[in-house]
């Protein structure tokens, strides 16, 4: 059975309390239940974590990609615009990542316009809400193999 991670980034804990105007009033526990309920359908495995520190999310992702895990869902929240160190750690996984914005970072301030990510994702969805997480998860769910390439 295929295993897809799903990783959130700094301050998605706070989802429902955070600028909810933004965000929206469902909770990181509601979106892992409906993907949950989701991966069923779709045969997968899912592995969810969180962290607002930039060294554990790295930690997670070597791990998956060790642990032999098939793609990952990615929301790196603000370390999307500033990380160079998550955007090698994903890259260096050589594992299929969907890029995920609940927002439209288009939309929102200047910064938010420059991913560093996702020149090494196979691709980004922004400013679906949940959704976005569902139509990443499909889309892994149905991919097979390594990256083998990506652009820098």
């Not at 933004?22 to 949950?36: I, Q």
């Not at 495995?45 to 791990?63: C, M, P, R």
Request: proline share 3%.
């Amino acid at each position: 059975m295929k295993k897809i991670g799903i990783l959130n980034g700094p301050n998605l804990d706070r989802l429902g309390k955070r600028e909810p105007k933004v965000y929206g009033h469902a909770t990181l526990k509601d979106l892992e239940l409906a993907l949950r309920a989701a991966a069923t359908s779709l045969g997968v495995e899912l592995a969810f974590f969180q962290s607002n520190h930039e060294g554990e999310l790295i930690d997670k992702i070597a791990s998956w990609a060790d642990e032999g895990f098939s793609g990952i869902v990615s929301n790196p929240g603000g370390l999307t615009h500033t990380s160079v160190a998550l955007r090698d750690s994903l890259a260096g996984s050589e594992l299929p990542v969907v890029e995920v914005h609940i927002s439209n970072i288009y939309r929102r301030e200047e910064f938010r316009r420059h991913s560093l990510t996702a020149p090494v994702s196979i691709a980004v969805i922004s400013g679906l809400g949940f959704e976005g997480y569902h139509a990443a998860l499909r889309y892994l769910a149905g991919k097979t193999g390594k990256v083998e390439k990506v652009l820098s």
